[in-house]
């Protein structure tokens, strides 16, 4: 009785989640300790600084906006049997191409707006659809092809930035989309350089002045409820989780497999490229730049959505908990001078509980199973 008790409890994902949390913040006040710093000291000053700071709060909305696409994206191809490690490059493409269209075109903002969301996840579909239509035809798995394709786009990124004849001579990429295009608060303001109108705003008016703050978040949390629906709800979503549990069952029952499998990547990457789109739009410079390594939202990504159990609306609070920790602890090294390798080994440890805390039913079925074994050996004899 006890056995399953414990066998509920360990498969509540809820629990599983804030156990893995609680042990992580254990493993980094251990972590503290030992550079000595007072650890409980070092978690209230990382609360007090993120939630006791307007511009704090801000900053986690912005840092969580496009992780809660790429960790949506991840989580959507877990439900489905697939492991999307190239939404890192289904970002970047999405960024890129957004990026050139937002320059090239300068249509009304109702119009414009809509056009550079569409060619982000379009560039994400064709990113994700490859990985998917090599993985259904030619067994090629969508880890190896989403690490080369990760590659792929971080130079095509580099060579658009640099080499492309959107390049500004003697700066270190294009210029800036045009402003139909971009989606923080008061972008025709700050464009203008119209600062007074924005810090008449009451309260957050100085705090607006000189954040990022966008619209991104409601596009991301649209975006989560959205892919839920389909997984859920959908008879797609449905056919999509049969081929991800047992593709040969799927296929027995007349789900066209490999048709699923390009699907499943193409809608995984469409979210991951609309992260991008929404990041070129809401941050400033709103420019394609160069870059000298992955900037790690499609990473970010995915450990989100291993800290949400694969949940995808979970992803939304995994996210704003990711950006707490980071900021947090640019806090606690600010403050306390720590290592700034402490905030990831603390989110390292709280994917590895969650990891173990996956491991444990198993574990406590055979330990059950092992006692009613011993229990009837007994009394056979």
């Not at 650890?39 to 809660?68: C, D, H, L, W």
């Not at 410079?285 to 160069?290: F, G, N, Q």
């Not at 995915?302 to 707490?324: D, E, H, K, P």
Request: charged share 10%.
């Amino acid at each position: 009785m006890k056995e399953n008790k414990l066998n509920k409890l360990f498969t509540n994902q809820l629990f599983t989640t804030l156990l893995a949390i609680f042990l992580g913040l254990i493993l980094g006040a251990v972590l503290l300790l030992i550079t000595k710093i007072n650890p409980i000291e070092a978690y209230k000053q990382m609360i007090v600084g993120v939630f006791g700071s307007q511009r704090n709060i801000f900053e986690v909305i912005i840092k969580a906006t496009p992780i809660i696409l790429t960790g949506a994206s991840v989580a959507f191809a877990f439900k489905t049997g697939l492991f999307n490690i190239g939404a890192e490059g289904q970002y970047i493409f999405g960024y890129v191409l957004a990026g050139v269209v937002g320059i090239l075109l300068n249509l009304p903002w109702f119009l414009q707006i809509p056009l550079l969301i569409i060619v982000g996840m379009l560039a994400g579909i064709i990113f994700g659809g490859i990985s998917g239509f090599l993985k259904a035809k030619f067994g090629v798995h969508e880890v190896i092809s989403g690490i080369m394709l990760n590659w792929i786009a971080l130079h095509f990124h580099n060579y658009v930035a640099l080499s492309s004849p959107l390049f500004i001579q003697n700066t270190s990429g294009t210029g800036p989309i045009n402003l139909s295009g971009q989606i923080k608060l008061f972008a025709a303001e700050k464009a203008a350089g119209d600062y007074q109108s924005i810090l008449n705003v009451p309260v957050i008016g100085k705090i607006l002045s000189r954040s990022d703050i966008n619209y991104g978040i409601i596009i991301a949390v649209i975006a989560a409820i959205v892919l839920h629906y389909i997984i859920k709800k959908s008879t797609l979503g449905y056919q999509l989780r049969a081929v991800g549990f047992n593709k040969h069952a799927a296929e027995f029952a007349g789900i066209n497999v490999n048709k699923n499998i390009i699907i499943s990547m193409a809608i995984s990457g469409a979210i991951a490229g609309l992260a991008g789109a929404v990041n070129i739009m809401a941050l400033s410079p709103h420019k394609i730049t160069s870059l000298a390594a992955f900037e790690n939202y499609g990473f970010d990504g995915l450990s989100v959505a291993l800290i949400a159990g694969s949940n995808i609306l979970g992803t939304i609070l995994a996210a704003i908990l990711y950006s707490v920790l980071k900021i947090g602890g640019n806090i606690i090294q600010l403050q306390y001078n720590a290592p700034t390798e402490i905030i990831s080994i603390l989110i390292g440890g709280i994917i590895f509980f969650i990891a173990l805390a996956n491991i444990l039913p198993y574990l406590a079925d055979k330990i059950a199973s092992r006692k009613l074994k011993k229990k009837y050996n007994k009394s056979d004899s």
